[in-house]
């Protein structure tokens, strides 16, 4: 089993920035890739970015630029840096890891609004 943790989330004017962090615990040994998607009320879920463990990486058109993620394999974390957040931003972000399977987070909340 894998615990997925998701942490930073938050209320940000347009034009700010938040860090979201995922930590994994549990019983992991190597974790694959890892990633965000993200979900807005209405709205299909999205994905935003990934990286593998070697740290290549592959991001949503939608936020090109803007965000970038990051692992720690040594803390088996990821992290999403999001730098000039749009109003179509907000959305419950759910941070993914693959350990055999996939194993997704609770998620946290992102609210964009001035």
């Known amino acids: 089993q894998v615990q997925l943790v998701e942490s930073g989330g938050g209320l940000v004017q347009p034009g700010g920035s938040l860090r979201l962090s995922c930590a994994a615990s549990?019983?992991?040994?190597?974790?694959?890739?890892m990633g965000w998607y993200r979900q807005a009320p209405g709205k299909q879920r999205e994905l935003v970015a990934t990286?593998?463990?070697?740290?290549?990486?592959n991001y949503a058109d939608s936020v090109k630029g803007r965000f970038t993620i990051s692992r720690d394999n040594a803390k088996n974390t990821v992290y999403l840096q999001m730098n000039s957040l749009k109003l179509e931003d907000a959305a419950v972000y759910h941070c993914?890891?693959?350990?055999?399977?996939?194993?997704w987070g609770q998620g946290t909340q992102v609210t964009v609004s001035s």
């Open positions: 993914y890891a693959v350990h055999g399977i996939e194993y």
């Open positions: 549990g019983n992991i040994f190597s974790i694959g890739t």
């Open positions: 990286i593998t463990r070697g740290g290549i990486t």
